[in-house]
């Protein structure tokens, strides 16, 4: 499976079919900057050109690109193209100017999982933080977004949180995204899939079936998915 574009961030998306839904086995979203110095959504039109139907659409863009990208995935292809909502959380934690107040975010992702083109949401979470901050931003999901759509959120749990959280959240989310962090922060290595094969034992029933659905953030590369 190969992606025809240069994504500065990339995810997939594992999605378990059952008998009564016809879903694919897994989406693979487009991320990054599609763009490549194009005005308007040039970018997002080549990429959808080469075949690309899912589109991660972050909040780091929310002054402007983001709603455009939006609009061009799923307003003018509503029957074929997909969307899932990113926070941006990572990116701010990269620049080193974490986001402390969401109010924003919560407010553009409640309005967006209306559209039936948007999949879900990744919740808002601390990549370096503990378990209580990360279940504070969990609560205030709960708050701020509409009760139909709380649901549609997808809580991260980071490698270095605890295996009993993991478990919690793939018994209580339909979805659930899993972030490379601490101990365990270059996906791909050996002790990486260690720590994975140890959250997969938590998540999944004897047969391997996850208890839910599962996005991995950073994992494009072919040999993880």
């Given at each position: ?73 799923v307003d003018s292809r509503p029957d074929e193209a997909r969307v899932f909502l990113d926070s941006g959380a990572f990116s701010a934690w990269k620049s080193g100017e974490p986001i402390k107040d969401w109010s924003e975010y919560f407010r553009w992702a409640d309005e967006w999982l209306h559209h ?110």
């Open positions: 499976l190969t992606m025809p574009l240069r994504a500065t961030r990339a995810c997939f998306g594992f999605w378990l079919a059952s008998e009564r839904e016809r879903v694919d086995l897994m989406r693979i979203y487009g991320a990054g900057n599609l763009k490549d110095g194009a005005a308007g959504d040039q970018g997002d039109a080549r990429a959808y050109g080469d075949g690309l139907r899912q589109r991660l659409v972050t909040f780091a863009d929310i002054d402007g690109l983001a709603d455009d990208s939006f609009r061009f995935w039936p083109g948007c999949d879900f949401a990744i919740i808002p979470d601390v990549i370096d933080g503990d378990e209580t901050a990360n279940n504070a931003l969990l609560a205030k999901w709960h708050q701020k977004v509409g009760k139909r759509m709380q649901f549609r959120g997808a809580p991260v749990w980071h490698l270095h949180e605890s295996l009993q959280r993991l478990e919690y959240l793939s018994v209580t989310w339909p979805i659930i995204a899993l972030g490379s962090s601490g101990e365990w922060p270059n996906p791909g290595t050996a002790k990486w899939w260690r720590r994975m094969a140890e959250a997969m034992e938590v998540c999944c029933d004897e047969n391997g079936r996850p208890n839910c659905k599962l996005h991995g953030l950073r994992m494009l590369d072919p040999a993880i998915f």
